[in-house]
């Protein structure tokens, strides 16, 4: 990405350079992190028009541009992390796995991820969901760090730290499902991002544990979901893992 490109943007100038199409994205495929320094987005999109790039308008972008069959791509490849992403975007457009996802044009000044930490009862299929009180009820915010623990653990090192004010986390299992969504602007002084990451609080021992692990302090409570849709809607995403993938 270059200065003041919303991820939009960067994405439609990436491939109008390398391939000389213009094209749309229809949603966020996965996330691939090294740390809050190193962010890729892989989308599945359209072409719009253009020209495909031949080999007399090849410069530092590229050679050129070609369409392949899926199971015959061109060799030798430049690099092999593409694959995953050819499967995953056939499997998408042949069942989706989750609603569409774009990033939404608002400003964040810092790389952070708004947590929607969930508790669900094995028993009763009761969803809880953690909130912050301080001001307003809000759903949890936390930074990313920068430091070199923060940078080999990746995102899941800001999860942690924040679950750790709050729980005690040697008897609970979290997961990291994935993202819900995300929040990028680029304009100005604002090209942080903030990524809506759906997580999970499970007791490592369940047994007939219906009720979330107790809340330490006063500045977050568990939200029980009385809403009957909202519930629903979580607890599908939950169970088939409906939400973007985010992998290191």
Known sequence: ???????????????KEE????????????????GPSWIRFAFLAQP????????KEADAESLQAGWYPRTSLATPLRAHDILHLI???????HQA??????PQELPCSLVCQRLVATFTSVATQTVWVLVGTVGAPHLPITACGFTPMEQRGGINMAIL???????????LAVETKGLLG???LGKGHTDGICLNVLVTVAFRNPGIQN????????????????????QSQLLQRLQESSVVPVNR
């Open 19 to 34: 391939a000389g199409l213009h094209c749309e994205p229809l949603t966020l495929l996965s996330v691939e992190e090294r």
């Open 182 to 184: 995300l929040q990028h």
């Open 161 to 171: 730290r924040l679950l750790q004010e709050c729980l005690t986390l040697h008897h």
């Open 97 to 102: 796995r989750h609603p569409c996802i774009l």
């Open 87 to 93: 499967e995953l975007a056939a499997q998408y457009r």
């Open 1 to 15: 990405m270059e200065p003041g490109e919303t991820i939009v943007e960067a994405l439609q100038r990436e491939v």
């Open 211 to 230: 009720e979330p692990p107790e809340v330490r302090g006063e500045n977050f409570v568990w939200w029980k979901v009385m809403e009957e849709d909202l």
């Open 48 to 55: 719009t028009g253009g020209v495909l790039k031949t080999s």
